[in-house]
């Protein structure tokens, strides 16, 4: 299998930057590499979530997906994707809103 390519939106690559020297910005490496690596398996994963009414709103293809992930201060951060060829966007970096899980 060969790894993914990242493409960040300029606010979710502003967002992760901004992260990247505390713990949380270990959590966001620690998901793309994953992401990257295996998509189907983030997409399998209980805490992603297709987000339909996004792909709506774009009026395209592919899925748009959703993963989210435990802050050290006990919020959870969303990071929004979708896998095109060998390339995964990066739409949104930051805190879930308040139904992001549901």
Not at 47 to 54: A, C, D, E, G
């Amino acid at each position: 299998m060969t790894p993914r390519l990242l493409d960040f939106a300029p606010a979710a690559w502003q967002a992760y930057r901004g992260q990247r020297a505390n713990e949380m910005g270990s959590r966001l490496k620690q998901a793309l590499e994953w992401l990257t690596a295996d998509p189907a398996a983030v997409r399998a994963d209980p805490r992603s979530r297709r987000y339909q009414i996004i792909e709506k709103q774009l009026r395209q293809r592919p899925e748009v997906w959703g993963l989210l992930l435990d802050a050290p201060d006990d919020s959870r951060w969303l990071v929004v994707w979708r896998e095109t060829g060998h390339v995964i966007e990066i739409g949104y970096i930051g805190p879930a809103g308040g139904n992001a899980a549901g």
